[in-house]
């Protein structure tokens, strides 16, 4: 074969690369047509059955000279990368995604107290509201250390019916009048749709628990009242399910949602949970929303506290939560994971010290 023959070849199938690529294009064009119509029929994206009659049709229609096999794994290929563009242009138009809203959401509480944006928010207090001495304690511990904001649990979902459970709506009382006592803010788990109205006098931010991540109704509930949400990641949630959980609320118009990693349930026994710090970066790029990180459920360590603060503030934490005791030894919940007041001093202090708590 001449050069010349070669050369005429070689043009030739870069014209049909030229014209497979204008079909492959119109095809994802019709892709994602397909998608926008599936999503509003809240039908699912991947239709096997359907898939199954395409290479079926393809294959009946092949006159060679690649095998079946080999046409099935090509169009097979093709159909993987067209769902792939469905699921891209979804996530792109969620209300939660960086795309609807390019700047950094930052959320006011009372006092002007900001969450996201320049500044860094420390979140403490005790693991559950146990007494009005206990709470009254850790509330004069907080102001006088600069802590805005006080989180409690009144409502305690555990893993056995025969734990502590929390205190309920007394709880919340209590919580409430010791954080008015020395100007703080309060954060508190909500676990039922009908304790949502009546908690709103006690709270100032809902937390949805990571027992709860997916709860829909719960969800539902919490994104149509005026009052801002901590959502925490679910044990064993991909960073997608956290996404649309958070898009739950949103959708029904509660636009003052944040987000906190608290770690996930992997095979590691060393600490309580695994600390995803990768997440913290891949919120940050993908939502406006801010995110915190909860150091003290993630590890389950005091001992690591500090160093795992001082990462998450690093990959873009906009937040930190921790969890303080006056006597963390009678805890009636997660007592060995505790800070007691002088240990959260010095963990706040090597925090602030560090330089990356803004």
């Known amino acids: 074969m001449s050069n ?12 049909i690369n030229g014209q497979l690529l204008t079909l492959i294009s119109e095809r994802a064009e019709i892709v994602q047509e397909i998608g926008v119509v599936k999503e509003k029929q809240g039908v699912p994206k991947f239709d096997p059955e359907r898939e199954k009659q395409m290479l079926e049709k393809l294959v009946a229609g092949n006159k060679g000279p690649f095998t079946n096999g080999t046409i099935r794994t090509l169009f097979k290929q093709i159909f993987s990368a067209s769902l792939d563009l469905q699921s891209t242009e979804h996530k792109k138009s969620l209300l939660v995604a960086r795309k609807s809203h390019e700047e950094d959401t930052v ?34 511990a ?3 250390a600069g802590v805005k904001v006080m989180r409690g649990g009144a409502f305690k979902p555990r893993t056995s019916p025969y734990d502590f459970q929390g205190l309920g709506m007394d709880g919340l009382r209590i919580l409430r009048e010791a954080a008015s006592e020395y100007g703080l803010l309060t954060i508190s788990e909500i676990v039922d749709p009908r304790h949502i109205d009546e908690a709103l006098d006690y709270v100032d931010v809902i937390q949805v628990g990571a027992r709860n991540m997916h709860n829909f109704e719960l969800l539902k509930a919490v994104g149509e009242v005026n009052k801002p ?22 959708s029904r118009g509660n636009t003052q949602v944040m987000l906190i990693e608290r770690g996930i349930r992997t095979y590691e026994k060393s600490t309580r949970n695994t600390l995803d710090i990768s997440a913290v970066p891949i919120l ?13 459920h993630s590890t389950g360590r005091k001992d690591i506290l500090i160093p795992c ?14 969890e303080v005791h006056p006597d963390p030894a009678t805890a009636l919940s997660d007592a060995a994971q505790q800070l007691n007041i002088d240990e959260f001093n010095t963990f706040f202090n090597e925090v602030k010290a560090s330089g990356l708590y803004r």
């Open 142 to 144: 907080l102001q006088r």
């Open 107 to 140: 959320i006011v509480l009372p006092g002007d107290v900001t969450v996201g944006g320049s500044s860094s928010l420390m979140v403490a207090g005790p693991c559950s509201v146990e007494s009005e001495l206990q709470t009254r304690t850790v509330a004069a």
């Open 229 to 250: 949400v901590l959502l925490k990641r679910g044990l064993s949630a991909t960073l997608d399910e956290f996404v649309h959980a958070a898009e739950y609320i949103m």
């Open 284 to 296: 940050k790029q993908e939502c406006h929303l801010p995110v915190l990180v909860d150091v003290t």
């Open 309 to 322: 603060a001082k990462a998450a503030l690093a990959a873009g934490a906009d937040g930190i939560m921790v």
């Open 4 to 15: 010349v023959e070669l050369e005429g070849l070689r043009a030739r199938l870069d014209e």
